[in-house]
């Protein structure tokens, strides 16, 4: 009976669907799922309603709560975390203070101002974690949920490298609906090999497998057409001018890019539609909506018991694989050793993975295509100081990671950014601890009046060859 640790199990996607998923696999029915959370009425629901499943579906699977973390970890084998440090209430910050400056995100939870301040506030509990699991269960793997995925686990691998650890999203699998339906070829015959970064991983070749034909042509022309191009007018764009499909939605690939939502006119022009397809705070929004509809209402005693096939989610695939010796193919972030060879050496990259009893096997891709790497390489080097702010507790890093964001950068002049930054650090301080109260150093404007004269310098160059050019054009020729 393996047992299988589920960290921030008050989670209301996440552990009810990976529930239902290890559940429905023949070769994990009999494990021990121990749910830990911090809080005891989101975690008595959930244990109530997987005790359900296991008895109204004669499992021999067994069920047990903590609101201990280390109880939970203890003689774990596998590690699934999907936590959110500060919940709504710092989310409602995380939107609505970059708002103030003119940075309208419609996710929020993966770059930006919004993303930057939910890792900050994620990766110091996730390296806790991982402590405690080399003290606890230093042979488990780490299965994380947890945005933003591309910062937590550029952080796992620079402060964790003991621990075995993989990042899952559901990117790839829904963007191959999409794809599948404009091409018009069944998803199981799409052959592909897609990589890159985590909401930002491209589809570098797209083949059906019955008869090697490319699909990239086919899916090009269709964007050209109005009722293809307006349910992702973002990545169509993308592809229309980079050459590659990704694997994000429009609402969130816009927040990454610097074109889409830095005035009223991009937004008007490319995210228009409603909800996730550009939606000013849609995420937002909809988790404030479900958490009051569902205030005082258990959502899982409407929830029916009976296990079904499984979700698109990677996570019981995985331990399958690991507990049957059976491999199983994925697209996973993971630390690049190489995978990725242009783009930084231990960054988060998401690369082709196979998982079997040994653990996970990531595959080199090599190089992308020098603009997709450059594309991912903007979302990289913000996600790098993110951690560095993180793993240092130095304020100035995360500023300056703000300040180098896409999309904070289109809007913002440095002073606003730095100025939003130290507000956000103000509204947070309660889960943002391993600062210890310390802000970005103000740094309040210059002024220069009229009257003001420099102070003598040497010539510049440039100022010497304008000079330069003021006498060739001023002097007379005859």
Not at 14 to 34: G, R, W
Not at 207 to 221: A, S, V, W
Not at 223 to 252: A, D, Q
Request: aromatic share 8%; charged share 25%.
């Amino acid at each position: 009976m393996a047992k299988i640790a589920m960290i921030g199990a008050g989670s209301l996607i996440f552990c009810k669907t990976l529930v239902s998923d290890i559940l429905a696999t023949e070769a994990l029915q009999d494990s021990e799922i121990c749910l830990m959370n911090r809080t005891r009425p989101k975690l008595d629901r959930m244990v109530k309603f997987v005790q359900r499943m296991i008895t109204e579906n004669g499992m021999p699977a067994k069920v047990t709560a903590t609101l201990d973390r280390r109880e939970a970890l203890k003689g774990a084998k596998y590690v699934i975390v999907m936590i959110q440090v500060g919940g709504t209430d710092a989310f409602k910050m995380d939107y609505e203070i970059p708002l103030k400056y003119g940075v309208d995100q419609c996710i929020g939870d993966s770059l930006n101002p919004g993303g930057i301040f939910r890792a900050l506030r994620t990766i110091p509990v996730l390296l806790e974690i991982t402590r405690d699991m080399e003290e606890l269960c230093p042979d488990a793997l780490l299965l994380n949920y947890a945005n933003p995925m591309g910062a937590n686990c550029y952080a796992l691998g620079r402060g964790a490298p003991q621990i075995q650890s993989i990042g899952l999203c559901h990117g790839v699998q829904t963007t191959l609906d999409l794809i599948s339906g404009y091409v018009n070829v069944p998803k199981e015959q799409v052959d592909f090999l897609c990589a890159g970064i985590n909401h930002m991983a491209w589809f570098l070749s797209l083949k059906d497998k019955r008869t090697g034909r490319d699909l990239y042509p086919t899916l090009r022309k269709n964007f050209e057409k109005p009722e293809f191009y307006i349910n992702e007018k973002v990545r169509g764009e993308v592809m229309r001018h980079f050459g590659y499909f990704m694997t994000e939605s429009t609402g969130h690939l816009s927040e990454y890019l610097p074109w889409f939502r830095k005035n009223q006119k991009a937004l008007d022009l490319y995210c228009d539609q409603p909800g996730f397809g550009g939606a000013s705070g849609a995420y937002y929004k909809y988790c404030v909506m479900i958490g009051k509809k569902y205030e005082k209402v258990d959502y899982l005693s409407l929830e029916a018991s009976k296990i079904e096939k499984r979700s698109c989610e990677y996570c019981s695939y995985i331990l399958e694989a690991a507990e049957t010796d059976r491999p199983f193919k994925l697209n996973g972030n993971v630390r690049n050793d190489g995978y990725i060879t242009n783009l930084p050496q231990g960054s988060c990259v998401e690369v082709p993975v196979f998982v079997d009893k040994r653990g996970i096997h990531p595959v080199r891709v090599g190089a992308l295509p020098l603009q997709c790497a450059a594309l991912n390489q903007s979302n990289v080097t913000v996600q790098q100081l993110t951690v560095e702010a993180a793993m240092t507790g130095d304020p100035e890093y995360a500023m300056q990671a703000v300040a180098m964001d896409p999309l904070t950068s289109a809007v913002c002049t440095l002073a606003e950014a730095r100025a939003m930054t130290r507000e956000l650090f103000q509204a947070e301080k309660q889960w943002l601890g391993s600062f210890k109260g310390r802000l970005p150093a103000d740094r309040p404007a210059i002024k220069t009046p009229k009257s003001v004269k420099g102070v003598a310098v040497p010539v510049d160059p440039a100022l010497a060859v304008a000079n330069r050019f003021g006498k060739l054009a001023t002097q007379k020729t005859r």
